[in-house]
């Protein structure tokens, strides 16, 4: 997933206002982080692997001075998780340097990658977001021709943030399958993942850039232009809405908190259950589960407590990972003995939490476990930045719903219809992309992506 911050802000510490951004974003990827500033045109970046509070000091953050600034926290989805792989990527090129934050997943990346090495051009790092920024930097036309013709020559999600010339440029894909929102702090302009960032440091979001959009901002101001066809109403990943975004943010023009709340009030509608009290799995299931106590009458408990000290186990790089993070994360209360309990989540995708959680329940003395999900089962991979790989590893594919049920080891078990994911959200179908749910993708997706994420990392001798 990744989260990416820009600011153009001459007179402000937009390295400090970054890491804000930045803190403000976390949640979108916990693998490493990096800023990277330009004074006078000239780049100077940081980045390592860690949070962003581990990543950066007071020492760090002072030593980077300069008028625009761009930021990113990663989440894998091409290239393994080592420092070269960490954002914000520096190219440096025959036309210029660039500094880029990449958020999404290319799905041409093979191709150009091969075209660029044949040129040559050299690569340091396995991720896709070194492709785009090599394109830009070879680009001998002006900047933001340059950034265009990228555009359109690349395929698959992308929202980024790019530092060149002194200017800040921020893009998105024609489909806006990621989310990218511009901001205002008092005449500065900023850009965004999500409007969350804005709200901690004190800016106003103005908008989300339109898909196929193309934003300048530098010393003459913000200009925007629509540098690639847009392919219908845009295709915003509906997980987004489900899980990924922070709840405070707002996407569409939607706050994310009252969506997740009216998809457990629905859910409730169409599979009630017989039962004493509603736990959410937190905190992503948490307003889902306060929607479905709501509508269903069934009082609300807090019956697993979350240690808030450890990361999404969702988005740990490897499922070894995800485990062993699921009991370090999660541990019920007392409380559930000799109950009936329903347990609401956002999602299920590989199933390791949810199955775990069943049996840590049933252990604590829950009588039964009713799983409520207020999103319908995911079928198939994401091929646009959502660590899904193939459909071996989702736990929905292929099975039926009491398939499932069997093994997460719950009493009963329920989805949220398609039709009542799409009513809560206020918005219609042909705005988001849902393949992970119907298997219908946006952009073609070629055979070789069925490989893994580190297909293009060397062999070893």
Same mark, same amino acid.
């Given at each position: 997933m990744c989260g990416v911050f820009g600011i153009h802000a001459p007179g402000r510490d937009v390295a400090r206002l970054s890491y804000f951004g930045l803190f403000a974003l976390q949640h979108r990827g916990q693998e490493s982080a990096g800023i990277a500033v330009s004074d006078a045109g000239r780049v100077t970046v940081l980045r390592d692997m860690g949070l962003v509070t581990?990543?950066?000091?007071?020492?760090? =953050?002072?030593? =980077?001075?300069?008028?625009?600034?761009?930021g990113h926290s990663r989440y894998s %989805?091409?290239?393994?998780?080592?420092?070269?792989?960490?954002?914000?990527?520096?190219?440096?090129?025959? &036309?210029?340097?660039?500094?880029?934050?990449?958020?999404?997943?290319? %799905?041409?990346?093979?191709?150009?990658?091969?075209?660029?090495?044949?040129?040559?051009?050299? =690569?340091?790092? %396995?991720?896709?977001?070194?492709?785009? &920024?090599?394109? #830009?930097?070879?680009?001998?036309?002006?900047?933001?021709e340059a950034v265009a013709g990228t555009m359109a020559r690349i395929e698959g999600a992308f929202s980024a943030v790019l530092l060149a010339e002194g200017k800040l440029v921020g893009f998105r894909d024609p489909d806006g399958i990621r989310p990218l929102a511009l901001g205002e702090l008092e005449g500065d302009f900023l850009l965004a993942s999500e409007s969350c960032a804005f709200d901690l440091i004190g800016?106003?979001?103005?908008?989300?850039?339109?898909?196929?959009?193309?934003?300048?901002?530098? &010393?003459?101001?913000?200009?925007?232009?629509?540098? #690639?066809?847009?392919?219908?109403?845009?295709?915003?990943?509906?997980?987004? @809405?489900?899980?990924?975004?922070?709840?405070?943010?707002?996407?569409?023009?939607?706050?994310l908190h009252g969506a997740r709340v009216r998809m457990g009030e629905r859910l409730a509608a169409e599979a009630p259950a017989g039962a004493d009290v509603v736990l959410a799995i937190p905190d992503s299931g948490t307003p889902a589960a306060i929607g479905f106590a709501r509508a269903s009458g069934i009082p609300f408990g807090e019956g697993l407590i979350k240690n808030r000290y450890v990361g999404r186990t969702f988005i740990q790089p490897d499922q070894g990972l995800r485990e062993r993070g699921v009991r370090m994360k999660f541990n019920p209360l007392a409380e559930v003995r000799g109950k009936r309990v329903v347990v609401v989540d956002d999602s299920i995708v590989r199933g390791s939490t949810t199955r775990q959680i069943v049996a840590m329940l049933f252990e604590s003395g829950a009588e039964e476990v009713h799983v409520r999900v207020s999103s319908?089962?995911?079928?198939?991979?994401? @091929?646009?930045?959502?660590?899904?790989?193939?459909?071996?590893?989702?736990?929905?594919?292929?099975?039926?719903?009491?398939?499932?049920?069997?093994?997460?080891?719950a009493t009963s078990l329920a989805y949220l219809s398609l039709e009542g994911l799409q009513e809560a959200t206020r918005r219609p179908a042909d705005s988001f992309c849902r393949a992970c749910l119907t298997r219908s993708y946006p952009t073609r997706i070629p055979e070789d992506l069925r490989l893994a994420k580190l297909r293009f990392e060397r062999t070893p001798a």
């Open positions: 581990q990543v950066f000091s007071e020492q760090k =953050l002072r030593g =980077l001075r300069g008028q625009t600034a761009i %989805t091409t290239g393994s998780t080592h420092w070269a792989n960490a954002q914000p990527i520096v190219h440096h090129g025959p &036309a210029r340097t660039v500094a880029l934050a990449h958020n999404g997943n290319l %799905t041409n990346t093979g191709e150009l990658r091969a075209e660029l090495l044949r040129s040559g051009a050299r =690569l340091s790092s %396995t991720s896709d977001t070194e492709v785009i &920024a090599a394109l #830009v930097a070879r680009d001998e036309r002006p900047l933001e800016a106003e979001p103005l908008r989300e850039l339109r898909p196929g959009e193309l934003v300048v901002v530098d &010393a003459d101001g913000m200009r925007a232009e629509q540098a #690639v066809e847009t392919r219908g109403g845009g295709a915003l990943c509906i997980f987004e @809405f489900i899980y990924f975004a922070r709840p405070d943010s707002t996407l569409r023009g939607v706050e319908p089962p995911i079928v198939s991979p994401c @091929f646009y930045g959502i660590d899904m790989a193939g459909e071996d590893e989702l736990i929905a594919a292929g099975r039926s719903v009491d398939e499932v049920r069997e093994q997460i080891g």
